[in-house]
């Protein structure tokens, strides 16, 4: 996240020849002819991304296609113009992607994202077009970007929703979140712009990552940016500020693949997929990985076959 649109969910921009390359022979069902073409499937580096990029290329390889994945790709600074090259030209095809966040940034930040979930993925889409992508199918699986304080700060200052952060309040705490968020819509100008808040200082940590927790829990800082499906939270008994004037925006999870790429298979072997998401079980998914430090490909592999997706092997 950050940020709705502000969910630069990224943490540290990795150059595409040192990214991490898992290559997935084919599963079970002999290659089709429509499964020549290797899928090459990019993640962003955080542990949903990646537990949804490889819940994408298991569901395909259980239906004989062949999957490479290319996880950390780093911000959609690197990893949207990888998919515009495409896996052919050492791109990618295929990411997992939230709808108003890449709407927003695609459009240039035109504020054209808003609650409304159809509206908001028919307006991605058109915007998608022009550069030779489309969208899928969203999931009902949400991760919007959300503010978030120790439950001891939430005590003292009598907070549950973010309007309960007065100017005079803010103008004594401390914000912490990635380095994106001064100039992100969804981030302090819009805490500006919607709540009237200016903090007493900012903090460049990650995007709502292990550095923004611990900040939070250390004292560090008082308010940080955080993602509302993130086991973490829950873990480390923080307490999520509601968004009660509606600065976010949808950010469901959603495929981003290239036009090129998408066949009627491909279309309904990724919709069967998001179709079965949650945000409960994600947030589930992103504990065991996050908080338990299970394998996000192992986490992935686990959910395709519970849900039916893929057999056990």
């Not at 611990?214 to 509601?242: H, K, N, P, Y």
Request: charged share 20%.
């Amino acid at each position: 996240m950050v940020l709705n649109p502000v969910r630069a969910r990224a943490i540290a921009a990795a150059s595409l020849g040192a990214i991490a390359m898992v290559a997935c022979s084919s599963g079970g069902s002999s290659p089709s002819a429509t499964s020549t073409k290797t899928v090459v499937i990019g993640s962003a580096p955080f542990s949903e991304s990646i537990i949804v990029a490889n819940m994408y290329a298991g569901a395909l390889q259980e239906e004989g296609f062949q999957v490479t994945v290319r996880k950390g790709l780093g911000q959609r600074e690197i990893y949207l113009p990888a998919l515009q090259k495409g896996g052919a030209d050492n791109g990618i095809d295929l990411v997992p992607e939230y709808v108003g966040t890449l709407l927003e940034f695609v459009n240039k930040n035109a504020m054209e994202a808003s609650g409304n979930l159809d509206d908001s993925v028919a307006k991605l889409r058109t915007r998608l077009d022009t550069i030779g992508l489309t969208a899928l199918n969203p999931s009902p699986a949400a991760d919007q970007n959300a503010f978030a304080v120790t439950r001891a700060t939430a005590d003292k200052l009598k907070l549950k929703k973010l309007s309960d952060l007065t100017p005079a309040v803010a103008a004594t705490l401390t914000l912490g979140a990635g380095p994106e968020c001064p100039s992100r819509p969804f981030c302090l100008p819009g805490l500006e712009k919607t709540y009237g808040l200016k903090f007493k200082t900012f903090r460049v940590l990650d995007s709502g990552g292990a550095k923004t927790m611990q900040a939070l829990t250390a004292g560090d800082i008082d308010v940080g940016l955080v993602f509302s499906s993130d086991g973490a939270v829950a873990a480390r008994d923080l307490i999520v500020l509601e968004d009660d004037k509606k600065l976010q925006t949808v950010d469901n999870i959603i495929p981003a693949i290239r036009k090129d790429i998408v066949t009627d298979k491909i279309r309904t072997i990724l919709n069967r997929v998001s179709a079965a998401m949650t945000t409960e079980e994600l947030i589930g998914l992103n504990k065991q990985a996050d908080v338990d430090k299970a394998d996000p490909e192992v986490l992935a592999k686990g959910w395709l076959q519970q849900h039916g997706i893929t057999k056990k092997k």
